[in-house]
């Protein structure tokens, strides 16, 4: 045990100095900073990096830290739902998400009304329909020009649709230009899943093997010779990826699973959710090391993972300065 050590601010601090003044808190505050200094050590290079996204992040505002993590290389492959991918493309198309105004939040929110308006809406989002032609028509075209007579995973669809886009700040376009491989196993519930099955249904070759990429994923991860996981809420994404270790081999020196990992979530195992699963019950699976790092932070993840992020450059800018 140790005494509690409160953190102290001061004007002009930087993220890392208040993160790192966590460090003798409880709570979130001590998971936090947990969580910080388990990413910084997961930044050798020999560690593999996953990241799981669940839940609507990208409309909530996270898809430019997403996008930098990739660019930057602090994320080497990425595990996300169809969701996050849809509303990517449609920000690199050029529309918008929209956020609800404060002011605005008191006041009942009419959504026949705004079923009437032609728009639709996430918790305090709302984005046009007219957004949703657009992506229609742009994956119209990325279908087209895909070959009729061969089959595609996943991850290699996902793929064409990145190099078909030319925002900078998308993730999808990002991933691309990293070489930063995109797996989403639950495509199918999403507009991009809808769309596919669409132009099928127009007669049209469009073959795509839904288990390609599990081979893909856990050849990344049996190749690793350290690997860790960034949780961003929980799913599809964080089962398709934990599952990996259970085909695994061990290592020479007996490894198993995860040897970091961090799980940002708002869900409590109680009610035996994977997104409230606990990394430790990960341990009964061999889904996480015996020896692992690894950290839990109860928090909304779109104030958590900027913290995080920001904390961990300034960690390493730092280190490049000292060189």
Same mark, same amino acid.
């Given at each position: ?20 003044? *966590? ?19 997961? /930044? ?16 909530? =505002? ?38 609800? *105004? ?9 959504? /026949? ?5 032609? *728009? ?25 020009? *895909? ?51 669409? %132009? ?75 997104? =409230?699963?606990? /990394? ?17 932070? %109860? ?5 958590? /993972? ?18």
């Amino acid at each position: 045990m140790h005494a509690i050590k409160g953190v102290k601010t001061w004007g002009g601090m930087t993220v890392d100095e208040l993160v790192s003044g *966590m460090r003798g808190c409880a709570f979130g505050a001590g998971r936090l900073a947990k969580a910080v200094d388990i990413y910084e050590e997961m /930044l050798n290079e020999d560690t593999t990096k996953f990241i799981t996204i669940a839940g609507a992040l990208v409309p909530a =505002g996270m898809r430019d830290v997403i996008a930098e993590m990739v660019r930057a290389r602090y994320v080497d492959v990425i595990i996300t739902t169809g969701a996050n991918l849809v509303h990517d493309i449609i920000e690199a198309l050029g529309a918008h998400h929209y956020k609800i *105004m404060e002011e605005e939040s008191n006041i009942k929110i009419d959504d /026949l009304e705004l079923r009437e308006q032609s *728009m639709a809406r996430i918790y305090d989002v709302v984005v046009h329909d007219a957004a949703f032609a657009q992506l229609e028509d742009f994956l119209r075209a990325v279908f087209e020009r *895909m070959n009729p007579d061969r089959s595609y995973s996943i991850r290699e669809v996902i793929e064409l649709i990145g190099a078909n886009l030319s925002d900078a700040n998308s993730i999808l376009k990002s991933a691309v230009d990293a070489d930063v491989p995109v797996f989403c196993p639950a495509i199918a519930d999403s507009m991009i899943g809808l769309h596919a099955w669409i %132009y099928k249904q127009m007669k049209r070759g469009l073959h795509v093997d839904a288990f390609d990429d599990m081979k893909e994923l856990t050849d990344i991860f049996c190749d690793a010779e350290h690997t860790g996981a960034i949780i961003l809420g929980g799913g599809v994404p964080k089962n398709f990826l934990l599952q990996t270790a259970l085909v695994a081999p061990a290592r020479a020196d007996g490894r198993e699973g995860f040897d970091f990992a961090i799980q940002i979530t708002t869900d409590t195992p109680e009610n035996g959710s994977l997104s =409230g699963a606990t /990394l430790e019950e990960a341990k009964s699976w061999g889904k996480i090391g015996r020896d692992a790092k690894a950290v839990t932070v %109860y928090c909304d993840a779109t104030i958590a /993972l900027p913290v995080l992020f920001a904390a961990v450059q300034a960690r390493s800018m730092n280190r490049s300065a000292r060189r």
